[in-house]
Nanobody, 124 residues
Framework: QVQLIESGGGSVHSGDSLRLSCALS????????MAWFRQAPRNQREREFV??????????DYSDSVRGRFTASKDNANNILYLQMNNLKPEDTAVYYC???????????????WGRGTQVTVSS
């Protein structure tokens, strides 16, 4: 059974940095494309795409809102997905979710496995 557990969230100020981690168990991370999504308090209807990383970790994709500030990476040897978040803004406040699946892209329905999320709060 595949499990994803996020960690690294917290409360920070504008301009600060955080690094999120997502530990995968039950399968190898190299079996999956993986992604980060987030759900903000103002948008409870859907999860917003943040970043995706391909099977080997070489392919990455980002939403326009985070490109240049966030970096996603994948450690297949240790089955961990990371999200380095720099220059955080209040609008980045959300619950961040890790996802894994057999397809790569920016749509949440592509991913079959999800973590429970970690809260990131950015104050001005």
């Amino acid at each position: 059974q595949v499990q994803l557990i996020e960690s690294g969230g917290g409360s920070v100020h504008s301009g600060d940095s955080l690094r999120l981690s997502c530990a995968l168990s039950g399968r190898s991370a190299s079996d999956f494309a993986m992604a980060w999504f987030r759900q903000a308090p103002r948008n409870q209807r859907e999860r917003e795409f943040v970043a995706a990383v391909g099977w080997s970790g070489s392919a990455t994709d980002y939403s326009d809102s985070v490109r240049g500030r966030f970096t996603a990476s994948k450690d297949n040897a240790n089955n961990i997905l990371y999200l380095q978040m720099n220059n955080l803004k209040p609008e980045d406040t959300a619950v961040y979710y890790c996802a894994a699946g057999d397809k790569y892209g920016d749509v949440s329905s592509l991913y079959d496995h999800w973590g429970r999320g970690t809260q990131v709060t950015v104050s001005s």
